[in-house]
């Protein structure tokens, strides 16, 4: 544990260094997005099909292979540092080793959680924790198994809340009945507490099922407002953007994208089904998704960044004020790579997409698969800056349930606050509008401790400790 301690200390002590050093990666092409020139490198290659991208506490990505490997990359040089190979993973066309996500408290618990497929008298998929000690991940405890699985439609992307429990989406496995059936973990997203349990709150006592049919989601995001989304595939129609909510259906196999036939408008009517935000026929083959806050890109900010695998391209999607619906046409980019389906945002609003043509359904490159890192060269981090640093008004402080933030005066132009915890890991973002000068953060979902809020403007970067207590 020391072991790991130092290593994200030191890393996170590193990050301003890392931020201010421009990259020396090979330069691939450029394309604008809005007023920004972005600069498309290539970090790594000769990868394996990257099936899942995300940024860790020590400033590195954790990367998936489908093949069963699971790896850090340094966002710098490119380096990939193997952690372990799993032996059990079984790869059949779209399955293998899927999703990640890491534990929010890694100093002290620091455990990974991967699902993958593997045979037990059949194909099946299982949630499973590692533990990482000493630069390798062992210990494997299985915390959700058996679950029926086929060569196709296994989701399957993993996400941690700040309540700390934990999303899981699984596919129909052709089986489409079963997203409907509340009994099958089948075309659903399944939540469950850390150490595997349920959660007394689900939307059922005692089941898993957040919410139910679904065909083939491979996309999940979480926005700093708190909404869900979800991206998910159609079968030869309607690849769909879902807004996540509890208990909510999504209508596969009866319904195909929106409530807009009459067998469908009944059957919505009758089971609570959520419309999608946004539908695409024909099909994308729509994958992994992020949702942008950093100023580096300002285009991008408050918007879904959405891969797809058959169109081949990263689709920026503006989301309204509110977050509950998809504002203007969409822009599209990155679409001379082939498939895509891996991304993460680094704290520096640099973006990370891996490449998934060696998964047989492209003719691969020869340095594919690949990471391809998208920046702005021109973007200075708020924490290398030359700004005054000026305290904020925070109130109460110390704080038990929320604290609330003021500028001496109004924002001339859209700021981020953030709440940072005593590593410096991000745990909260909001976007405070032009003319307002305060703001709330939630803090009932993090344990007690030492934090710091930070925002920038053009006055400065304004900074101020707050101890949370309960």
């Given at each position: 544990?020391?072991?790991?301690?130092?290593?994200?200390?030191?890393?996170?002590?590193?990050?301003?260094?890392?931020?201010?050093?421009?990259?020396?990666?090979?330069?691939?092409?450029?394309?604008?997005?809005?007023?920004?020139?972005?600069?498309?490198?290539?970090?790594?290659?000769?990868?394996?099909?990257?099936?899942?991208?995300?940024?860790?506490?020590?400033?590195?990505?954790?990367?998936?292979?489908?093949?069963?490997?699971?790896?850090?990359?340094?966002?710098?040089?490119?380096?990939?540092?193997?952690?372990?190979?799993?032996?059990?993973?079984?790869?059949?066309?779209?399955?293998?080793?899927?999703?990640?996500?890491?534990?929010?408290?890694?100093?002290?618990?620091?455990?990974?959680?991967?699902?993958?497929?593997?045979?037990?008298?059949?194909?099946?998929?299982?949630?499973?924790?590692?533990?990482?000690?000493?630069?390798?991940?062992?210990?494997?405890?299985?915390?959700?198994?058996?679950?029926?699985?086929?060569s196709t439609h296994s989701g399957s992307r993993l996400l941690i809340l700040p309540d700390r429990t934990l999303l899981m989406t699984t596919g129909d496995a052709q089986q489409q009945p079963e997203a409907q059936n509340r009994a099958s973990l089948n075309g659903k997203i399944l939540r469950l507490n850390l150490d595997g349990t349920i959660?007394?709150?689900?939307?059922?006592?005692?089941?898993?099922?957040?919410?139910?049919?679904?065909?083939?989601?491979?996309?999940?995001?979480?926005?700093p407002s708190g909404r869900l989304y979800s991206s998910e595939h159609g079968p030869n129609n309607d690849d769909e953007l879902n807004l996540i909510e509890a208990n909510r259906n999504y209508g596969w196999p009866t319904v195909e994208g929106l409530c807009n036939l009459s067998a469908e408008q009944a059957f919505c009517s009758a089971n609570n089904v959520r419309e999608p935000l946004s539908v695409w026929t024909p099909t994308l083959g729509v994958s992994g998704l992020a949702y942008y806050t950093s100023s580096a890109i300002p285009a991008w900010q408050g918007s879904l960044l959405m891969l797809s695998l058959k169109a081949s391209r990263l689709t920026q999607l503006t989301l309204t004020a509110a977050g509950d619906a998809v504002a203007g046409p969409e822009q599209t980019f990155l679409t001379t790579f082939g498939r895509l389906r891996a991304i993460c945002v680094s704290p520096q609003g640099r973006v990370y997409v891996g490449t998934s043509n060696q998964d047989g359904r492209?003719?691969?490159?020869?340095?594919?698969?690949?990471?391809?890192?998208?920046?702005?060269?021109?973007?200075?981090?708020?924490?290398?800056?030359?700004?005054?640093?000026?305290?904020?008004?925070?109130?109460?402080?110390?704080?038990?349930?929320?604290?609330?933030?003021?500028?001496?005066?109004?924002?001339?132009?859209?700021?981020?606050?953030?709440?940072?915890?005593a590593l410096g890991r991000l745990v909260y973002t909001t976007q405070m509008a032009v003319g307002t000068t305060t703001t709330t953060l939630p803090l009932t979902n993090l344990p007690a401790g030492i934090y710091s809020t930070?925002?920038?403007?053009?006055?400065?970067?304004?900074?101020?400790r707050v101890v949370l207590e309960h």
């Open positions: 544990m020391k072991h790991l301690f130092t290593a994200v200390l030191g890393a996170i002590l590193l990050t301003g260094a890392w931020a201010a050093s421009a990259q020396t990666l090979p330069v691939l092409g450029t394309f604008a997005a809005g007023s920004t020139t972005v600069t498309v490198s290539a970090l790594t290659t000769n990868l394996q099909v990257p099936w899942e991208l995300v940024w860790g506490p020590d400033n590195f990505i954790w990367m998936t292979e489908r093949g069963g490997r699971i790896s850090r990359v340094n966002p710098t040089t490119g380096a990939v540092t193997p952690l372990t190979t799993l032996a059990d993973v079984v790869t059949s066309s779209e399955g293998g080793l899927l999703g990640m996500a890491l534990h929010p408290d890694f100093t002290t618990s620091p455990y990974v959680y991967v699902v993958y497929n593997y045979n037990d008298n059949g194909y099946k998929e299982k949630l499973v924790r590692l533990t990482y000690a000493n630069g390798t991940l062992s210990q494997p405890l299985v915390l959700l198994g058996n679950i029926p699985a086929t959660p007394a709150d689900n939307p059922v006592a005692g089941s898993p099922v957040y919410t139910l049919g679904h065909r083939n989601p491979q996309g999940l995001v979480r926005s492209a003719t691969p490159g020869p340095t594919d698969d690949r990471i391809l890192v998208l920046e702005n060269l021109a973007f200075v981090p708020t924490a290398t800056v030359a700004q005054k640093t000026m305290p904020l008004r925070l109130w109460p402080n110390p704080a038990q349930h929320s604290v609330t933030l003021q500028l001496p005066k109004a924002l001339s132009r859209v700021a981020t606050a953030e709440l940072r915890d930070q925002v920038a403007t053009t006055d400065g970067h304004f900074v101020q």
